[in-house]
């Protein structure tokens, strides 16, 4: 009963933290860790710990398959090489030299042990960074990080596990890792991709037969990344590579035209359950802060470390992490201007030192670093594992240092670029609505001479609302042209339009209240004429959703 209550109060506890990040000028994984903290302190004195085997099966599989299900496919394709060689050149130079340096600057934390830090260090959290962005990241570098953020932590969660292992074992040979690890990725990518292909099989075969429930499908849906992560696993391959391939199949299964409803169910309820599962980690981070402190704060009474040196080491590995992306992105983009200037294609002219430096900041580490470091093993045998307190401390310390890095110096840095492709982006938009409206006005003028009616009143009949549907398709259309005016009016008349229907549906909701009220009519009508009206008003939405 203590676990039921604890998971209700956490839930609450992220909700709530969403309401005050609307209040409190902080972002939101910060606000949640804070929120945590002062649940573990009295007089609340919550306090959970999760066996780290549970804590990796519970939130990396619904995590990284988000992740495969958000990437954007038309960057990655575009900008593949640059997108690899952040998710995994990048990964493996801060895994050698963040790596190196962690132990030369703490001798406590083991080699293999200091790899493995520096493994689950790092991969990004795009999300985090366009939420402290708010939408004003350039779009090229906005679906980068998505990219980026997606691969490395599939990456470096790979590498952690091997570092991990090398930790335990001793032992560590680079020819038998790099064969092992291409070996273990190869069929971890496999069984996820067959899992989630033979998923969408399943789906079309159910819909040929009217046997498609969607309420069932978004259950499997739900199911998909643990089945992946737990079949890989079982069969000595990538349980987190499977996540990711998972995701990425079962995005292009999710566009395919098969149901509407099941679309909008199975994205309502991932959007749900990204943001309960990161809030969440964060959570549990704030919760086990406090322990973290204490046991490191006492373990520095008789080891060679003293809390202040452990909060400059904090801020030595935030720097080295921020020096190292900095040189990387600087001298990746550098050389790609030089082979392009050689091939004689066109250079994009950007302040490369500014570019190097946002995309620096914009490395922020979240829930991914958060799961993989609070999975490491309570013991080695009969042993503490060397250094856990203290890994977790350090982690949890560069997970906040890059979160107020990045609310700080994204914003400031990108009020230095001299110009944003948001414009250009909602061109490209309006340039899109406007040929699908053109196509399907093209498809009614045709559909009318295709489908002649002999019966003169049935041939007014669909004369008239083939007539009104064209014509507001054209209006549409009118209003999509480049003409700002145009555009600013027709949406101050969705905008007006939209606000008179919903308080006309607000006032259709209160009489059928008051109908129930007088017994007019029973509860199951009630239900089923509200769950009109809550179609109707998320339709409304949807629309000025796309009118923006």
Do not use: C
């Amino acid at each position: 009963m203590e676990t039921l209550y604890l998971i209700f109060l956490l839930l609450l506890a992220v909700g709530a933290s969403r309401i005050l990040a609307n209040i409190v000028p902080l972002p939101l994984p910060i606000l949640q860790i804070i929120m945590g903290t002062v649940l573990a302190l009295p007089p609340f004195g919550m306090g959970v710990e999760l066996r780290p085997e549970i804590f990796m099966l519970l939130f990396i599989p619904p995590l990284l398959f988000y992740d495969g299900w958000k990437i954007p496919k038309r960057e990655f394709t575009e900008h593949g090489a640059e997108m690899t060689a952040m998710s995994l050149v990048l990964v493996l130079i801060i895994l050698v030299v963040v790596g190196y340096f962690i132990h030369w600057l703490l001798p406590a934390i083991p080699l293999g042990a200091s790899f493995a830090l520096a493994a689950i260090l790092s991969p990004t959290d795009a999300l985090a960074v366009i939420a402290i962005a708010q939408g004003r990241l350039p779009r090229h570098m906005a679906h980068q990080l998505e990219g980026e953020a997606m691969m490395n932590d599939a990456t470096g969660l790979v590498s952690f596990k091997f570092a991990l292992a090398a930790a335990i074992t001793g032992s560590f040979s680079l020819l038998t890792v790099t064969g092992e690890f291409f070996v273990i990725a190869l069929g971890g990518l496999t069984i996820g991709a067959g899992l989630s292909w033979a998923v969408g099989k399943a789906k079309q075969w159910m819909t040929s037969r009217d046997l498609f429930d969607p309420s069932t499908y978004v259950v499997m849906i739900l199911l998909l990344p643990f089945a992946a992560f737990f079949l890989a696993e079982h069969a000595g391959m990538s349980g987190i590579l499977s996540a990711v391939a998972a995701g990425m199949v079962q995005s292009r299964i999710d566009m395919l035209p098969v149901k509407t409803t099941t679309r909008i169910l199975n994205r309502s309820i991932w959007e749900m359950l990204d943001f309960s599962f990161n809030g969440l980690v964060f959570l549990l981070l704030g919760l086990q802060f406090p322990r973290i402190v204490e046991r490191v704060w006492e373990a520095a009474g008789h080891e060679t470390y003293r809390m202040p040196m452990l909060i400059f080491s904090a801020l030595a590995i935030m720097g080295l992490l921020l020096l190292v992306r900095f040189a990387f992105v600087y001298a990746y983009h550098w050389g790609e201007a030089r082979v392009r200037r050689m091939r004689g294609k066109p250079v994009e002219d950007k302040p490369l030192r500014l570019f190097s430096a946002l995309s620096a900041v914009a490395g922020v580490r979240g829930a991914i670093t958060l799961a993989g470091v609070l999975s490491i093993p309570l013991m080695i045998g009969d042993t503490p594992f060397p250094g856990r307190d203290l890994m977790i401390f350090l982690a949890a310390a560069v997970i906040i240092l890059s979160l107020l890095v990045g609310a700080l110096g994204i914003p400031y840095f990108l009020k230095q670029l001299p110009n944003n492709d948001f414009e250009q982006h909602e061109e490209e938009l309006q340039k899109a609505r406007r040929i699908a409206a053109q196509a399907a006005v093209g498809w009614l003028e045709n559909w009318k001479q295709a489908n002649p009616v002999d019966d003169p009143d049935k041939a007014l009949l669909h004369s008239e609302v083939t007539a009104r549907v064209t014509e507001s398709y054209r209006h549409d259309i009118e209003a999509l042209m480049n003409h700002h005016d145009r555009v600013n009016q027709a949406r101050q008349t969705r905008t007006l339009e939209r606000d008179i229907r919903l308080q006309a549906i607000a006032v259709q909701r209160k009489e059928m209240y008051r109908m129930r009220k007088r017994h007019l009519i029973d509860e199951q009508m009630l239900q089923t004429l509200l769950r009109e009206l809550d179609y109707e008003e998320a339709a409304l939405g949807s629309r000025e959703a796309a009118s923006h």
